[in-house]
């Protein structure tokens, strides 16, 4: 099951596995999905791919009776809190706020989610938002607009990577 990418290539060191599996089944939101498998499931007015597994999780507890765990609820609704930004971005609509429904009724933690998505982070991501702060700062509009850059680094490549506060 390939979830929320929109082409193979980010899937990255899993492509092989995925392009030698019998059946593949593609769940996605973005419209531009590439992805070629045997069961396309691409709603480009959905929000987030996570609100989509969330719809099918739904039918399957109501037409089936199967039970979502907290767990599984938790984690669908961190995907539908990252991708609407926290439900402020214009891809949100009422779908989001019923596949959301449905995830706190089964025990999905808001608190956590908001809380792993928002305000925790690790100390080196802090480190860097505070250089950021203290050397990048720049002002505009007479100090009522704030914003910070990044400098172009020559032979270095910014990564960070980012361990789910979730476990």
């Known amino acids: 099951i390939v ?21 593949i089944i593609n769940i996605d939101h973005h419209i531009d999905n590439d992805v070629n498998a045997d069961i396309n499931v691409v709603c480009g007015n959905a929000s987030a791919c996570s609100s989509m597994c969330a719809d099918i999780a739904m039918i399957m507890k109501n037409e089936y ?23 402020r971005f214009s891809n949100t ?18 608190e956590a989610v908001i809380n792993a998505a928002f305000f ?10 505070a250089d950021m702060i203290l050397n990048y700062i720049q002002r505009d509009f007479n100090g009522r607009y ?20 979730l476990h």
């Open 3 to 23: 979830l929320d990418c929109p082409n193979l290539a980010r899937t990255g060191k899993f492509k092989e596995v995925i392009e030698a599996a019998p059946q």
């Open 120 to 129: 925790s982070k690790k100390e080196n991501q802090q480190r860097f938002e």
């Open 146 to 165: 704030v914003w910070a850059y990044l400098p172009q680094m020559q032979g270095q490549e910014l990564t960070m990577q980012r361990e789910s506060p």
């Open 65 to 87: 009776n199967w039970h979502v765990s907290k767990a599984a609820a938790t984690l669908f609704y961190l995907g539908i809190i990252t991708d609407t930004g926290s439900f």
């Open 93 to 110: 609509n009422k779908d989001t706020f019923l596949s959301a429904s449905f995830l706190l009724e089964c025990g999905a933690d808001s």
